[in-house]
């Protein structure tokens, strides 16, 4: 089940001028700084309520952000769902005919396994699903 919307993903070119910038905008300090190095990028989040802003910036040339920022501005990247069972999920999207973008459920950002659901089959929105790690 889909149960939160748990972040927007913002793609940017410089991380520390994007971090100031919505440092001032939201009028709260990030929280959280991480290095995945899986996807290669660099992530400063934000929480606004119960919901976060991701900020992301590609840490090498074949890094999907790095790869938007060739052929796009600056802006919204993706949008991420917290869910109760991310391998239900995917084996349910899959089933109702869904590009999932990986076979089984990877680590995030920020304790999360998570798992891309191709913006061509999502009416040109990345999608992004997420389950909170829990020890
Ligand atoms: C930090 C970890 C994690 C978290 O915990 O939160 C993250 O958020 S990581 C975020 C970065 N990682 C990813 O985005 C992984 C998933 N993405 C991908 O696998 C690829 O980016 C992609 C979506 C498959 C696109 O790659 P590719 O096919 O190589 O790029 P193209 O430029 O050829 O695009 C094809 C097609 O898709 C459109 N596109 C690409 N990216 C987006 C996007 N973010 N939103 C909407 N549409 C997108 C692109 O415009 C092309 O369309 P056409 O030009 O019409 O063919
Ligand atoms: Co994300």
Known sequence: MFTNLEHLGFAVTNLEAATDLYTTLLGVAPYKMEHVASEAVDTVF??????????LAGTSPDSAITKFLAKKPEGIHHVAFEVDDIRAEMARLKT???????????RGADNKLVCFVHPKSAAGVLVELC????P
């Open 46 to 55: 934000f929480k606004v309520g119960g919901s976060k802003i991701e900020l």
């Open 96 to 106: 109702e005919g869904f590009v999932l973008l990986n076979e089984k459920p990877k």
């Open 131 to 134: 389950q909170t790690i829990h």
